[in-house]
């Protein structure tokens, strides 16, 4: 089992619609938890970063984590097709020093 | 503020042949970790440099290597390619030792025929 698990999609949603990626993980020591978006040809880039269980708001995204059933979640509003990119789920532990990624979820916002 | 930096772009070798990779840090940052990506496998851990000492490896055979020099540019190299090891290498730099908050370089594409 891969630490961290994630659908591959790919997501195909309407300009402006919400969007929910999800990604589970399988262990507890999990604290620090990243979302990446990745364009093609180019390396990932960090969008949201948090730290144990809840939320946090940055403009249209929103990440969530739920430590009790160890579910990462990043919420987009008003999907733009310039949002079109893989994302990639990351979780680390305290004092560990690697990180683990999800496989990524290919996103395509149609206009 | 320059971001990181990876040379070169594309690469393409042969089997049983060697690489070495390049990667320049965003200034100030001295922890570099580097990372393969395939599209089976995603992106998997290779190791981290900070202060030109590995703090830490993933899971791969010893043919894949590196360093880090007092500058904290980084080198990867990989001996004996393998058709397998075709994928991206992605180098990613943070401030501090450790990989939470990592700012990643666009990686060089390695095709090996």
């Known amino acids: 089992q891969k630490e961290v698990e994630q659908d591959p999609g790919p997501l195909s949603v309407p300009e402006g619609a919400i969007v929910s990626l999800n990604c589970t993980y399988s262990?507890?020591?999990?604290?620090?938890f990243m979302w990446y978006r990745q364009y093609s040809r180019k390396g990932p880039e960090l969008l949201m970063y948090t730290y144990s269980s809840g939320n946090k708001e940055d403009g249209r995204f929103t990440a969530q984590v739920d430590k009790s059933s160890k579910y990462i979640s990043l919420f987009i509003r008003d999907s733009q097709p310039s949002d079109s990119a893989t994302y990639l789920c990351?979780?680390?532990?305290?004092?560990?020093?690697?990180?683990?990624f999800g496989t990524g979820t290919r996103l395509t916002v149609i206009p | 503020k320059a971001g990181v930096t990876q040379t070169p772009r594309y690469l393409i070798k042969t089997r049983g042949q060697q690489v070495t990779l390049s990667c320049s840090p965003i200034?100030?940052?001295?922890?570099v970790s580097w990372y393969q990506q395939t599209p089976g496998q995603g992106l998997q851990f290779l190791f981290e440099?900070?202060?030109?000492?590995?703090?830490n490896k993933g899971n791969f055979p010893g043919r894949f290597s590196g360093r880090q020099f007092s500058n904290s540019r980084s080198e990867m190299n990989v001996s004996t390619l393998e058709l397998g090891d075709s994928a991206l290498y992605l180098c990613?730099?943070?401030?501090?030792?450790?990989?939470?908050?990592?700012?990643f370089g666009p990686g060089t594409r390695l095709t090996v025929l």
């Open positions: 990351a979780a680390l532990g305290t004092g560990a020093n690697n990180l683990f």
């Open positions: 200034s100030g940052h001295r922890s």
């Open positions: 262990n507890s020591a999990f604290q620090y």
């Open positions: 990613a730099s943070s401030k501090l030792a450790g990989v939470n908050e990592q700012f």
């Open positions: 440099y900070f202060s030109e000492t590995q703090r």
